[in-house]
């Protein structure tokens, strides 16, 4: 278990991993392992939701010896998606409560397409919400999934960006959009937000039939999207509620971070699905962190995960997924720093990882920020 699971964890490539991938993953060998183990802290009883949040602490101030983090944005309204620009390594941001994707220029926030459809979610504090996951396929070539429509309405969008660089809206400039409706007995989907893509596919978390927990597939051809369709019931696979965290692992495997419940600590799973074939799972994990939102990994190949922890947010934070054969399940997750409430993160072509922090509510709106945790911290 622990050598197939390192390979995963660490993106240790073998020869044959693509062709046989459970015996290849099998017969792999340790790459990298943390042998300082942290104690686990027991699980405190979820509390019920207030309309406010509390004030965080100061950001930053329990990171690992050697962890930089520095606060780049603020001014963000529940920021729910980060990608970073082919060839000229921009950072936008799904500024979700404002209803617009923008972009990190010269320390500030530029408006790229405005004026998405908008809507409130949450069991409470309630955020406002538009656009949500971001991924480019090309320079120019942004697909955004959507969170301000009803279920079976909201759609995957795809924009092409004018070399201009000038905003364009929301409904005015879509190159494409696709929409899961509801048929028969099967609910419509909607708030895409994790997204994901490998060569031939783009993989989006939804959150709207509650018994079977989809993970979508849009085909691709080249650059261009072809369709959308419910590929993986993740709820049936795993018996745990809420795929929202998605990434393509190093190896090519699909990488779900379930959710689960989020008055239920420490539920969150993460799972290995072998979409080069027909889907089936590889692996199933029990994480030990509460509410998993997003997963990705290093330039070096390591795993990393933002834990939102709904109802014990001085739990959240950025951590490190390691092997750890002393554990029931044959990994940890290692704490890198504390957030306030992180919702999405990726890495720069330099080793900086950036991330995006929901921050503290107060009548739907929060004071979101965008933090970096630089290339020197070595991620």
């Not at 092409?160 to 696709?178: N, Q, R, T």
């Not at 018994?211 to 590929?231: C, H, I, M, Q, Y």
């Not at 001085?314 to 997750?333: K, N, P, V």
Request: charged share 20%; aromatic share 6%; glycine share 12%.
């Amino acid at each position: 278990m622990t050598r197939r699971l390192t390979a995963m964890l660490c993106g240790l490539v073998c020869a044959a991993v693509l062709l046989n991938p459970v015996s290849s993953l099998q017969r792999c060998h340790s790459q990298e392992k943390d042998t300082s183990s942290e104690q686990a802290q027991d699980a405190s009883e979820a509390t019920d939701s207030e309309d406010t949040d509390p004030e965080p602490a100061e950001l930053g101030s329990d990171a690992l010896p050697g962890v930089e983090v520095k606060l780049v944005l603020e001014g963000l309204n529940n920021p729910t998606g980060l990608a970073i620009q082919p060839e000229t390594g921009v950072v936008f941001i799904a500024d979700s409560g404002n209803h617009q994707v923008v972009k990190l220029v010269d320390g500030k926030a530029e408006a790229v397409i405005t004026d998405f459809p908008n809507d409130v979610y949450g069991p409470g504090p309630k955020v406002n919400v538009g656009p949500l996951g971001l991924l480019f396929l090309s320079k120019n070539r942004l697909v955004v999934g959507g969170g301000g429509l009803p279920d079976g309405e909201e759609l995957l969008r795809v924009y092409e960006l004018p070399e201009d660089g000038k905003p364009i809206k929301a409904e005015e400039g879509m190159l494409a959009s696709f929409k899961l409706e509801a048929n028969g007995d099967v609910p419509g989907e909607g708030n895409f937000y994790g997204l994901a893509a490998s060569p031939t596919a783009i993989y989006v978390s939804c959150n709207g039939d509650d018994n079977k927990g989809w993970v979508s597939k849009a085909p691709l051809e080249g650059l261009d999207v072809t369709g959308f369709e419910r590929f993986l019931a993740t709820k049936e696979a795993t018996q745990v509620d809420g795929p929202v965290a998605v990434a393509i692992s190093p190896e090519g495997y699909l990488v779900v971070g379930q959710m689960g419940e989020i008055d239920q600590p420490a539920d969150s799973l993460i799972t290995f699905y072998d979409v080069m074939g027909k889907g089936e799972m590889l692996l199933n994990l029990q994480s030990g962190l509460h509410d998993i939102c997003a997963i990705t990994y290093s330039k070096r190949g390591q795993m990393y995960a933002l834990d939102y922890a709904w109802n014990q947010p001085a739990e959240g934070g950025l951590f490190q997924i390691l092997d750890d054969e002393t554990s029931d399940s044959g990994m940890q997750a290692k704490r890198i720093v504390s957030l306030d409430k992180p919702t999405a993160m990726a890495f720069d072509a330099d080793g900086s990882l950036f991330v995006t922090v929901r921050g503290v509510t107060e009548e739907n709106n929060s004071s979101g920020k965008l933090i970096q945790v630089t290339s020197d911290s070595g991620l």
